[in-house]
T-cell receptor, first 111, second 114 residues
Framework: LAKTTQPISMDSYEGQEVNITCSHN???????ITWYQQFPSQGPRFIIQ???TKVTNEVASLFIPADRKSSTLSLPRVSLSDTAVYYC????????????FGTGTKLQVIP | SAVISQKPSRDICQRGTSLTIQCQVDSQVTMMFWYRQQPGQSLTLIATANQGSEATYESGFVIDKFPISRPNLTFSTLTVSNMSPEDSSIYLCSVPWGAPTEAFFGQGTRLTVV
């Protein structure tokens, strides 16, 4: 699985948009990009997934440039409850593959 | 979606003893995964548990230390054997779901070894 690199931590004020960028230079043609969110004392939760361009759901948006060597998770108007660790990972198509987590980005939302 | 229940949610154990963690899923799934999350760290995959076959362990993890059972398609156990303080971690089970690399996770078992 392609290795990912993310900032270790980020701070943001409530109400701001937060963008977390992940680098995955060695992403393969058949890899998807997936983001998870983990609150303290809970298991990770799947947030969003994409292959290219832009994906949006009720929680976040995922921006993927044409070369797919990076991706950006965008959280609109964060609140204190968005304080969590966010993991970016890549994995192939073709049935389920084991999920390998990188270091993650610890987001602290400040009132 | 899948609902995953783990037991116990937390435990404090004496070194040298063993603890068995249970993972129950509300749906039948072919594969289940066990992870370890050491304090302040990311998740590390321990092994893949398939029903009807022996578990597949990742590098650095061995069956004697982390025996796994998978008696049916909704249940698995992970045993942490001969525990030492270095085994103090959160242990999580996970099942695949839907899209590639999409998975549901249990709430985890917080283990402290004293």
């Amino acid at each position: 699985l392609a290795k990912t690199t993310q900032p270790i931590s980020m701070d943001s004020y409530e109400g701001q948009e937060v963008n977390i960028t992940c680098s995955h230079n060695n992403i393969a043609t058949n890899d998807y990009i997936t983001w998870y969110q983990q609150f303290p004392s809970q298991g990770p939760r799947f947030i969003i997934q994409g292959y290219k361009t832009k994906v949006t759901n009720e929680v976040a948006s995922l921006f993927i440039p044409a070369d797919r060597k990076s991706s950006t998770l965008s959280l609109p108007r964060v609140s204190l409850s968005d304080t969590a660790v966010y993991y970016c990972l890549v994995g192939p198509l073709g049935g389920y593959q084991k999920v390998t987590f990188g270091t993650g980005t610890k987001l602290q939302v400040i009132p | 979606s899948a609902v995953i229940s783990q037991k116990p949610s937390r435990d404090i154990c004496q070194r040298g003893t063993s603890l068995t963690i249970q993972c129950q899923v509300d749906s039948q799934v072919t594969m289940m995964f066990w992870y370890r999350q050491q304090p302040g760290q990311s998740l590390t995959l321990i092994a893949t548990a398939n029903q009807g076959s022996e578990a597949t362990y990742e590098s650095g993890f061995v069956i004697d230390k982390f025996p796994i059972s998978r008696p049916n398609l909704t249940f698995s156990t992970l045993t942490v054997s001969n525990m030492s303080p270095e085994d103090s971690s959160i242990y999580l089970c996970s099942v695949p779901w839907g899209a590639p690399t999409e998975a549901f996770f249990g709430q985890g078992t917080r283990l402290t070894v004293v």
